[in-house]
Every structure is written in structure tokens, then in C-alpha cells.
């Protein structure tokens, strides 16, 4: 699991305290940091979050106010040093409070709450869409004024590149216009694991597992230290 968070603060210095936080938690991804919530606004319309760290006091619109006007928030802890609006943001359902200044210790209390929050979000939903992908033998992939059937045994890896994603099977490299998260939706997880922000990898077409990198064919993919663990996990339960 890797959660992408985005940080939303006034002040350098309370950024630079999260954004070191979170390099201790492996699974905790920051997707980007932004100064006043109309920046945000423009994150959230291009990047997928997870989870926003959130302050109140800030200019042109404050983070109790730039909440209400999300219609489907993120996940929501308010870093604030104002204890008036814990009550408001309760009720906006935030997972978390922290009090500026906060210690790791209690940062960390914070993301176990947000973690346990997805896992029950998605267990359900990842059981039930991974048996429905685990039937299906090929996707529909789009390039350009072509849609082609891709067979899943047939696909080597898939890399992405900034808009595009490219899909290497045994036969072809395939162009197309669309997300590596939006190709990893279409793909049995247990089967086509992410290994890196931009791989996607085939398990049964691994020649070789060595340090940091997986082989296929002649090309070496690298394992992403967000991805590592997850990773080890899923080849030791094969």
C-alpha cells in the first residue's frame, strides 16, 4: 500500500517537519506541497491523493473552509497550533488532529489511524475485483485510432511515460495515452505487481531477482524502495 499525500501549509517550516515525518514511513508518498489551499485546488484536479495534511490558518481561503467545498475529500489530518476549530473538523469527519508543534510519535499515531482507514476501505473492494480480473485472460488497450487485444500472458512489463504508458509484450511494444494507475486497475495485482512509480512487471516473465532489480528479457527493471516490501512479500508467498 502507498499512500499519496499532499501538504497544505503556509509555512516552510511546518512543510519541511511533515515532509521529514514522512520519510521515515515508507508507505507514505508526498505527491506534492502547496502554500495556500488554491494551489491544492489545482493538485487535486491533476494528481490522485490519498491522504491531505491540512492547516487552517492560511490566506485567501482557510483549510476548514477549503474543505467544505470538496465534494469528495481525501482522507484529512489538520496540522494547526488553533485548538478552537478541533470541534469543526470533527465534524468535516478529519481522521486526525495534531497540535503544532507535534513529536513523530504522535504524527505516527496519526497515519496508523489513516492506514487502518484504507485497508478496510479496500479490502472488500480489491477481494472482489481481483477475482473478476483473475477470470479475464486480456485487456483492451487503445493507441492512437486502434484499440488492440492484449492477451495477459503475453505482456512482458509496462512502463510509464509522463501521459502515456508503454506495454511490452512478446510480440510488440504498445503506445498508449492513459495512466500506469489506470493500467494497473485493469490488471490481476497478485499477477501484475507494481514494483516502481513507473513499472509494472509480468511475475511469471521474471528471469532473475538481483539486489534492487528484477531481469526480463534483456531489460533491467528496478524495484522502487516504496514497492520493495510489498513486493518481497507477494514472491514469498508464491
Given amino acids: 500500500m502507498n499512500i499519496r499525500c499532499l501538504i497544505i501549509d503556509d509555512e516552510p517550516l511546518a512543510q519541511r517537519v511533515i515532509e521529514k515525518y514522512t520519510e521515515n514511513i515508507p508507505f507514505l508518498e508526498i505527491v506534492g506541497k502547496c502554500s495556500n489551499a488554491v494551489e491544492a485546488i489545482e493538485v487535486l484536479h491533476n494528481r490522485e491523493v490519498d491522504l491531505l495534511f491540512l ?3 492560511m490566506p485567501r481561503l482557510n483549510g476548514m473552509d477549503f474543505l467544505k467545498t470538496l465534494k469528495n475529500p481525501p482522507l484529512v489530518i489538520i496540522t494547526t497550533a488553533y485548538a478552537e476549530y478541533a470541534i469543526q ?5 478529519v481522521v486526525d488532529y495534531l497540535m503544532k508543534p507535534f513529536a513523530f510519535d504522535r ?3 496519526a497515519i496508523q489511524k489513516v492506514e ?4 478496510g476501505r479496500e479490502i472488500p473492494q480489491t477481494e472482489a475485483k481481483e477475482a473478476t480480473r483473475q477470470e479475464e485472460t486480456f485487456i483492451f488497450v487503445k493507441s492512437s485510432k486502434k484499440t488492440y487485444k ?7 512489463y509496462i512502463e510509464a511515460l509522463g501521459d502515456y504508458v508503454k506495454i511490452y509484450t512478446t510480440e510488440k511494444m504498445i503506445i498508449s ?3 500506469l494507475k489506470n493500467i494497473e486497475s485493469l490488471l490481476p495485482a497478485s499477477s501484475f505487481p507494481r514494483i516502481h512509480k513507473s513499472f509494472i512487471i509480468a511475475l511469471s516473465r521474471i528471469d532473475l531477482i538481483e539486489g534492487n532489480h528484477v ?4 531489460r533491467q527493471i528496478p524495484i522502487g524502495t516504496n514497492f520493495k516490501s510489498e513486493f518481497e512479500r507477494l514472491i514469498k508467498s508464491i
Fill in 55 to 57: 492547516d487552517i490558518n
Fill in 89 to 93: 473538523g470533527y465534524e468535516l469527519d
Fill in 107 to 109: 504524527f505516527y499515531k
Fill in 116 to 119: 487502518e482507514m484504507i485497508k
Fill in 150 to 156: 492484449v492477451n495477459l500472458d503475453e505482456i512482458l
Fill in 177 to 179: 495515452y492513459q495512466s
Fill in 215 to 218: 531481469k526480463i528479457k534483456d
